[in-house]
């Protein structure tokens, strides 16, 4: 039977994007269908990733400018600094990511269609139009890539004036002098810190004791130094009541109360409150019912091995299935989803994928923690680096942090990376290279590296680890051959 296209994809952020790509160089006639307005590219380019990660990039330049050159005693970054050049900056990156998007869904022939999807049956989608108009579209494969919506606090609104959220932060007028965060996920650390790094005074407000747990427990310690440093105020286990501005006083009150039975309750004082609350998959008014596809007990879309759906010609990618909704696995499954439609044999997405947290300074891992390793049964030797003895580090004024390795000390195979420094994000896939392809420490002492750089750090803590190895007594001369 004659369809109109071998797959439309509902939403056009990573997972639709990659899925697109993917089936148009397998010479399949696409559509993909937006609600947005204007731009396509969802979370990943308009309201989430890119635009968090272009302020924290400007951001993360006036600290480096200021702690080189500025007198930071006499001025901070607030006063010297304008939100309106930092929200132009990001609106730059912002429209040229939308351009690129634009540009190759018409390089490669992937039509387009504005308005709302909603699933008909197993084969047909319709689109509510912003005239308000239906179309109607069949093809012998669905992809669902509506991503995900935070949630909204239970206890106070936003007002997108004094008390914002993970959109309207991206409209403030000006750097706030102080600044209230309230949430406990990756994004509420990553605004902490940009906003530090402004000057602003800010308190991070977690619901939670064991936020951000899937962090190696050393690096979540050094996580905690490095906030106090930046005179970030943690207050974790405690739930918020109430938050209000006050025009009296002209300041927004945060109330708050501790978890731990202590009934009194406190209040803050802020500028601005931002809200940043979990991530809920984008189900509703798709049409899952009337076709019967599947979520789970979290209302995530359930998905097999490779993204399909309970129904057979209905696959499903990114954050609308859960974990760990992230642009780059998003990017990945959208990508294997098409391969698996259109019978192209493919590996499954790798078992372990690296985690990125945009903070400042960032935080990266992959693999085992210390801690999971032991819990395995592993005979651990862990090797260290600070960032404080690497030269490129010295030079560049990025001195804080360090790089953890987590290696089995009898086959000294690598298990886990752990990196809280400069440019983390980016150093973890070295690591993951030797981790994908079952390597060991022994990799980073025999390569020889450009120097200097930060992947020095690599070295530096290979022989750390190696030299705690030896002097258990294993003989070096043992441990530096390869066929062991
Ligand atoms: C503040 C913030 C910072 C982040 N930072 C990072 C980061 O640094 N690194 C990282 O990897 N990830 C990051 N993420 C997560 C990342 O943005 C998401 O994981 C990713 O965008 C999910 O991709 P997706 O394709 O599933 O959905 P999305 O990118 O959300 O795209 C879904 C698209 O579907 C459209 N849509 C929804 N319903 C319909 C419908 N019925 N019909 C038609 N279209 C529809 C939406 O308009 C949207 O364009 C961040 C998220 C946030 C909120």
């Known amino acids: 039977m004659s369809r109109d296209y071998n797959v439309i994809i509902i939403g056009s952020g990573p997972a639709g994007f990659s899925c697109a790509m993917q089936s148009s160089k397998f010479d399949q006639q696409v559509l ?241 409150v931002l809200y940043i609350g979990s991530r809920q998959p984008n189900v509703h008014d798709i049409g899952l019912e009337d076709v019967g596809v599947a979520t789970d007990e979290k209302n995530f879309v359930a998905v097999n091995e490779t993204f399909k759906t309970n129904i057979d010609s209905i696959y499903a990618a990114g954050d609308i299935v859960g974990f760990p909704r992230l642009a780059s696995a998003s990017f990945s499954q959208g990508r294997l989803a098409a391969c698996n439609m259109f019978g192209i044999p493919t590996l499954e997405v790798p078992e372990q994928i690296p985690y990125g947290i945009y903070s400042i300074p960032e935080i990266s891992n992959i693999g085992l923690s210390e801690q999971q390793a032991k819990e395995k049964g592993f005979d651990v030797t862990v090797g260290r680096a600070y960032f404080k003895n690497i030269a490129k580090s010295n030079m560049t004024n990025h001195d804080e942090g360090l790089l953890k390795l987590v290696f089995d000390t009898n086959s000294l195979k690598l298990l886990g990376v752990h990196i809280l420094g400069d440019e983390a994000a980016n150093l973890i896939h070295l690591g993951q290279s ?14 020889v590296m450009n120097y200097p750089t930060l992947s020095e750090a690599y070295r530096i803590a290979a022989f750390n680890g190696v030299n705690r190895v030896y002097k258990t007594g294993t003989k070096y001369h043992s441990l530096l051959k390869e066929e062991d």
Not at 56 to 63: C, H, M, N, V, Y
């Open 434 to 447: 030797v981790i994908a392809f079952d390597g060991d420490v022994r990799y980073f002492i025999q390569q």
């Open 32 to 272: 993909v269908v937006e609600s947005h307005e204007e731009h396509l590219g969802g979370t990943w380019i308009n309201t989430g990733t890119v635009p968090s990660k272009s302020l924290r990039e400007a951001a993360k330049t006036i600290l480096e400018f200021n702690e080189q050159f500025g007198d930071d005693e006499a001025k901070k970054p607030y006063e010297r600094f304008k939100m309106a050049d930092l929200l132009q900056y990001k609106q730059q990156i912002l429209e040229k990511e939308n351009q690129k998007v634009k540009n190759d869904l018409i390089k490669n022939n992937v039509d387009v269609a504005r308005g709302m999807g909603r699933l008909k049956d197993e084969h047909t989608v319709d689109v509510v139009t912003h005239y308000g108009t239906t179309e109607t579209y069949t093809a012998d494969y669905i992809l669902l890539c509506t991503g995900s919506t935070p949630s909204q606090p239970e206890t106070f609104s936003i007002d997108h004036d004094k008390i914002l959220d993970y959109k309207s932060i991206l409209d403030l007028t000006h750097i706030p002098r102080r600044l209230a965060v309230v949430g406990s996920s990756v994004n509420a650390f990553e605004y902490a810190t940009i906003f530090a790094s402004l000057g602003t005074r800010v308190t991070l407000l977690c619901e939670r004791t064991d936020y951000l747990s899937f962090l190696d427990e050393e690096i979540k310690e050094h996580l905690q130094k490095s906030l106090n440093k930046k005179g970030i105020t943690v207050k974790d286990n405690i739930s918020v009541q109430e938050v209000e501005f006050n025009p009296l006083l002209n300041n927004t009150e945060v109330k708050y109360r501790a978890n731990n039975g202590d009934d009194r309750l406190q209040v803050l004082e802020t500028e601005h």
